[in-house]
């Protein structure tokens, strides 16, 4: 493609990443999903945060509302002034204002902060005013909008300062909702600065609005609220109809996120939301918020409670901050955005391999937040693999959180000591020692066994639906 987009942090094409191998060794799967720590969500758009953006905590926050996408009211915006606040759209036309002139070593960076702070409004990207919608993209060459509210027929977007890499396209849509993409030459792709997206056919698409009567995702890149001294990352959300009809649901909290929902994901990925919607149609489960956090490169350190080494030196450790971000920065900012339902018999918690390790630790740490956990071929061994630290076993059997609805899984076989893989005989022993302490299985201890199932994704796809099942049951 000859086109460059900028998703609103960096210069990048659009092009589609591929990684992962069929059946990874676990050391292998551990590496490549901390390879995976760039958004590929929209198309394969890489976002990468920048050093401005690593210190801007979360973004703006002024004026979001929960998931129906609605603006707050003139009354609310405008405080005691009695003035009417701004439209997103009169906002962009003041904007461009300023841009036209502004100097031209500026434009970037002020281009830049508009399309963080319109990321993180109340509505998000596209901007919704009234029976209109303005389109907004980040680009070097021309694009096109095309979507469901004009038959798909691409639309050129403008570009309103000459010479800067800002495009948009106002287009009468009366009706909230629609489906769009972005069109470059023939090729239809997903917007990368969308709030709202989702999956079909045809692979990720955009949307205007939510919707009361059907699911989506959302997107917060670069989210940082007390992130420190960690990195920010892309929060990523299954919004379940139920939630976008006002109604309060429970949340599932969850690692590893880029792999969770794309179905472009390392080896076909979870497809989280689709079990869950599947799940949520038959009367499975009640519906659920599942809020998906992405790794970053330092996934070996923030996932681990305590330091090992397995083969490079010493390593890990920052788990303690990674559950402190969890609880003190992404859940309450869901709290203010979503329509959830508060208290640990509400909040659960999921992650596989060591995304299973810290699920228990965020359990064992803040026990007054999470009423039930997931750890799914957990790498429970941590800590003993090169060192003679704790495990995540020598600390339930000090301190095991009372009350908690525990699920724990695993492939391989035995027999132990030793097994043959996919942490097997660590899980075993992880049941075995909440037997112990008073856990009674199938009432707050469930766990599974899928014999010989390897340590990937796959894998742990195809159990998804039984460790959701159970920690909704807790819910």
Known sequence: MGVTVRTGVVWSAFALLGCGSAEPSEAETEQSSSATSSDTSSGGTSITPTSSEASSGGGPTSGSTS???????????????????????DRLDVF???????????????????????????HGLPFRCDDRVVFVAVASGPLFVAGDFNDWEPLPMTRPVDGAPLLVADVPVEVPGGLYKLVDGELFIADPLARRYGWDRFGEYSLVDSDSGRSHHERWPAFGEAVEPLQPRTLRVYVPAAANAAEDVAVLVMHDGQNL????????????????????????????????IDNTSARFEEYTHVTDDIGGGPIGGQADDYADFVVEGVL???????????????????????????????????????????????????????LDNETMLDRYADTAPAGLLVYVDSGGAGPCPGGSGDNYCENVAFADLMRSLGWVDEDDLFYRWDPEAPHNEVAWASRFGIALGVLSSGQ
């Open 261 to 292: 929902f794309d179905p472009e994901g390392i080896s076909g990925g979870w497809r989280a939301s689709q079990t869950a919607e599947q799940m949520i149609a038959e009367d499975e489960i009640d519906p659920v918020l599942i809020v998906a």
């Open 96 to 122: 461009v204002e300023e841009l036209g002139r502004a100097e031209p070593k500026t434009v970037d960076a002020a281009i830049d902060t508009f399309v963080r702070e319109a990321q993180y409004g109340g």
């Open 332 to 386: 309450p900012f869901i709290a203010e955005r979503y329509p959830t339902r508060s208290g640990p018999g509400n909040t659960a918690v999921l992650g596989s391999s060591l995304g299973g390790l810290v699920s228990l630790h965020l359990a064992h740490r803040h026990p007054d937040v999470f009423g039930a956990v997931g750890s799914m071929s957990g790498t429970l061994g941590w800590g003993t693999f090169g």
């Open 67 to 89: 998931s129906d996408g609605g603006s707050m009211s003139d009354a609310d915006e405008s405080g005691t002034t009695g003035e009417t606040a701004p439209s997103d759209c």
